[in-house]
């Protein structure tokens, strides 16, 4: 539990530096002091099947055959540049050991039957364990550091006897703090072909072990042209609203002809998905659009209506969330073709009065920063009785791949608390001087500093809420969510849950090179599927150098404990804090494991935006209620 009482609520700026995966391995090799020589590197086969086989490979000072009860005949001693590794062929050689592992790791390989040209996949696993003394960070970034080593496409082993050999060598060479290495090989259904779509912009695939595998770069960053469609415009102009926007500007932004961006348009608002404000200007339209009311200024609300919850609001489908979760609802819009629109929806949700709003742009450009800070203080001037701030919405979770109870699906929820030794709920990170981060994957050799500024409210009533609430059955928020999709079955954004075969999970290992990875799983127990949403409480981050590094982005997670990242909302809370208010949290649906901004793919947004508005009324429906003057 957090403790409520009163904080230094002032942010905090200042510098980190963040260590890479590199050198912390170099840090854990001087920590575990120089290899011991009478150590061997033993391979014992432990389980075969018709379809799978398990295997051990354990680091283990190593008796003579004929002491540990083996047939020496059975026992193969490398030697030469192989010395120290042994070779056990009888299973029954195997030190029994019960502890469970405390990592693990599955990803897929395609193959190629050189006599049939048959498909074929197959499922590794990877469990390991570690020596003693290592903290679990150090074992998570061992782990993954071994992981990227041997799938390193430069020298990826084509045959099985090669993949075992790297196994085996990594360990002796490379990784000494890694006790044991159990790998199982499992032949999954043919498959007539091996195909995946390109996961992110600029980047490239891995299907690891086809012969002669096509692995081309599709560079989308280049100067061609994107034919415009209607998706990409009715996705403009609700990223705009309540701002207009023109058809210059639509055709500015697509770089195409606008021309055809009348074409789409027309045919747009012949399906009542946009309409037209002051000529030239288009807009969204939306279900409701006869309870919407069109001001110029905010009518007067009396002090006994005037609501103590402000929601905030960046996306199109973040907003109709947290409208489906208000009662009474009452919307306001007063357009502006020039200068900056307002939409207010005020209604309540148990004895709570709020008001809901949708900033017109956020992201890392100079006039989204301070269009969403004017629009959070116009909010919360307009509206002066307002107590708690929500910041609702979806953002890329930070997946933990060797850890099933510290990972984080798609779907889930995180809530911004600090954790353990962190004072802060937020942080927003931007690069200290330039160190060739910005479109660049590749490995960090060394730590980089990063600028760093940091908030956390004063008082952490809405985050002890929020524990409460991730200690009770989810259905605490689960019964929300379903009356929610009843409201917005009508609409023409679908909120149902995505199957879980989109949940995809991919590790750079370095460069523009990705490699699709299974989500971890406790041995023996299944994969978490299906409609179970997770409640997660830890602190949040944001910043355009972290969005554009994946490595980066897992460095500074492990270093602060970030749990999600989202396109920046620093200047949002710094509205918030310049407005004196004393209780706000950030609520983020995971709907990518990037920054929520849908770089390799937007299926999950709306049905993560409904999700994360769940736990937001579950939220607002504890606290106390509002005083009554």
């Not at 970034?141 to 020298?155: G, I, M, N, R, T």
């Not at 082993?157 to 993949?163: A, H, L, S």
């Not at 037209?276 to 279900?287: C, L």
């Not at 992201?363 to 307002?386: D, K, P, S």
């Amino acid at each position: 539990m957090h403790c409520s009482q009163k904080l230094d609520s002032r942010p905090y700026v200042g510098r980190t530096v963040v260590v890479s995966s590199r050198k912390l391995i170099r840090d854990i090799h001087n920590k575990m002091g120089q290899v011991d020589l009478q150590e061997k590197i033993i391979l014992t086969p432990r389980k075969k099947t018709a379809k799978s086989t398990i295997i051990s490979i354990e680091r283990r000072r190593a008796e003579a055959p004929e002491e540990n009860g083996v047939d020496g005949s059975k026992v193969f001693v490398a030697g030469g540049p192989h010395k120290g590794i042994v070779i056990q062929k009888d299973a029954l050689a195997a030190i029994p050991d019960n502890s469970p592992p405390k990592l693990t790791l599955e990803f897929r390989v395609f193959l190629v039957s050189s006599a049939t040209n048959e498909h074929s996949q197959e499922s590794r696993t990877l469990w390991f364990w570690f020596k003693d003394g290592l903290f679990h960070t150090e074992e998570a970034c061992s782990a993954q550091e071994f992981f990227k080593d041997l799938v390193s496409p430069v020298d990826f082993p084509r045959d099985y006897v090669g993949f075992i050999k790297k196994i085996m060598k990594l360990m002796q060479t490379k990784y000494p703090q890694i006790q044991k290495v159990e790998v199982e090989l499992r032949h999954l259904e043919p498959v007539e072909r091996s195909s995946f779509l390109v996961p992110r912009y600029g980047y490239l695939l891995l299907n690891i072990g086809i012969e002669q595998a096509s692995q081309e770069m599709v560079d989308y960053e280049s100067d061609n042209l994107i034919e415009v469609t209607e998706a990409i415009v009715l996705e403009i102009i609700e990223s705009s609203f309540p701002n207009p926007i023109s058809v210059s500007q639509i055709a500015n932004q697509t770089r195409s002809d606008p021309r055809k961006i009348v074409e789409l348009l027309t045919s747009l608002q012949n399906k009542r998905r946009v309409k037209t404000i002051g000529g030239d200007n288009f807009t969204r339209m939306t279900k409701n659009e006869d309870n919407i009311k069109v001001v110029r200024q905010m009518p007067r609300i009396i002090r006994s209506q005037q609501p103590t919850v402000a929601i905030i609001t960046a996306k199109y489908c973040e907003k109709l969330a947290v409208d489906a979760m208000i009662d009474d609802l009452e919307t306001f819009v007063r357009f502006n073709t020039v200068g900056e629109s307002n939409v207010y929806s005020l209604g309540t949700i148990g004895n709570h009065r709020v008001v809901a709003t949708k900033l017109p742009s956020v992201g890392n450009t100079r006039e989204a920063m301070i269009v969403a800070g004017n629009t959070t203080t116009r909010l919360l001037g307009t509206f002066q009785a307002v107590e708690h701030v929500f910041l609702v919405g979806v953002a890329g979770g930070v997946p933990h791949y060797t850890d099933s109870q510290r990972h984080i699906r798609l779907g889930d929820v995180v809530v911004s608390a600090p954790i353990q030794d962190k004072r802060f709920i937020y942080m927003y990170c931007e690069e200290k001087r330039k160190q060739n981060l910005n479109n660049s994957n590749s490995q960090m050799e060394e730590n980089v500093e990063i600028e760093t500024k940091t908030w956390c409210p004063p008082d952490l009533q809405l985050q002890d809420i929020a524990e409460n609430i991730r200690h009770q059955d989810n259905s605490v928020y689960i019964s929300h969510f379903h009356r929610g999709l009843e409201i917005l079955s009508d609409q023409d954004i679908s909120f149902l849950r995505p199957p879980p075969e989109s949940d995809k999970l991919y590790m750079s290992i370095g460069g523009n090179d990705l490699i699709e990875v299974n989500h971890p799983t406790d041995r023996g127990n299944e994969i978490r599927t299906g409609a179970t949403p997770r409640l997660h409480l830890g602190p949040i981050g944001c910043g355009y150098i972290v969005s554009r590094n994946d490595i980066l982005r897992q460095e500074i997670s492990y270093t602060h404990g970030i749990l999600a990242y989202d396109s920046e909302f620093d200047q949002v809370l710094e509205s918030i804090y310049g407005n004196r208010k004393d209780n706000y949290v950030v609520i983020r649906g995971i709907s990518d494991y990037v920054d929520g901004t849908g770089g390799r793919g937007k299926e999950w947004q709306a049905y993560a935006s409904l999700v994360a508005s769940s736990v937001m009324k579950a939220m607002i429906l504890e606290l106390p209620n509002p005083v009554q003057d």
